[in-house]
């Protein structure tokens, strides 16, 4: 049997006839940046959410990237971010000239609101909060500490779409968030995308115009902006897209489920979900301590795996300056993590024979 880690060829298969429509009703309406599938999306996305507004970007990175700007975060600014998440969470900090201030990780690979506290200062702007692999940060105390601070929180919500804490959808529960629609996210677009949403105006509109090189009305410009927008054949596909999510989530729910109650191997850890959580497991994470050993069993068997991430943000050559911290949690999981195929798609057959060569392992 061979089993790839992720596809999205059975999504795009079941609706395809529906995708290919509104890909060539874009061709044929001739429009192709903004307009009405854009409109479309965007209202669509934020009623699924329970937000007031949606602005659609080029993508994930550059949706945190505006959403800082547009939440005040200048160089010199300090930002709290979990240690452990992917480097297109931190970019964006570097990139605005503001000092990356990490927390290490729960044990939910979210950020640890315990260890928040000690490491706000008088330069503090904001947080992140990534709902790491699909399930959410825990909110509650978060926004409590946030606000006695007066500091903003961002979530980055790239692996998370559709996922709820405390029946509020991921994306609805900070200040403003960020999706990536990367084509392997829970909801991927045919290419790059992103979008950032939120229930202040003030700042959707300043994303809005940052994309669109600092301008609210053609050649008047207010901001030195960027060019960061939502391809209208991008949100064309979205739109088909999101009718389905909940569908797909529940798929790859079934598979979690499984494989949480039929793994029983000692040498895998297994993830665990928060109580009041919906996880959708944009990626099904376990630990094992021989992780090489461990992959090339699996894929002597067929079954192919990735890792999320192998290398800590603070050892990355890209950031030389935070090399030598220590942050052990984030590097302990560096070395442990291991990605299990999770895709809508997965026949019951093939879940089996993952779950058999694990535990045989
Ligand atoms: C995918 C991802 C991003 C970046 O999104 P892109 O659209 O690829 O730029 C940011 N943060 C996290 C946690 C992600 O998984």
Known sequence: MKIPFATVVPMHKEIEEELKGAINKVIDDGLFIGGDPVKKFEEDFAQYLGVNYCVGVGNGLEGILLALEAMGVQAGDEVIVPSHTFIATTLPISRLGAKIVFVEPDEFYTIDVNKIEEKITDKTKAIIVVHLYGQCANMEPIMEIAHRHNIKVLEDAAQAHGATYKGRKAGSLGDVAEFSFYPGKNLGCLGDGGCVVTNDQEIADK??????????????????????????????????????????????????TRYINEIKNPKVILPKVREDNTHVWHVFVVRVENREEFMKYLEDKGIQTLIHYPTAIHKQEAYKELNN????????????VVSLPMYYGLTEEEVSYVIDAINNY
């Open 207 to 256: 994303v809005r115009a940052l994309g669109n090189y600092g301008s609210f009305i053609k050649y008047k410009h207010i901001y030195k902006g960027y060019n960061s927008r939502l391809d209208t054949m991008q949100a064309a596909a979205l739109d088909v897209k999101l009718k389905y999510l909940d569908k797909w989530n529940k798929r790859r729910q079934e598979v979690a």
């Open 325 to 336: 911290e220590v942050y052990p949690l984030a590097e302990k999981y560096a070395k442990e």
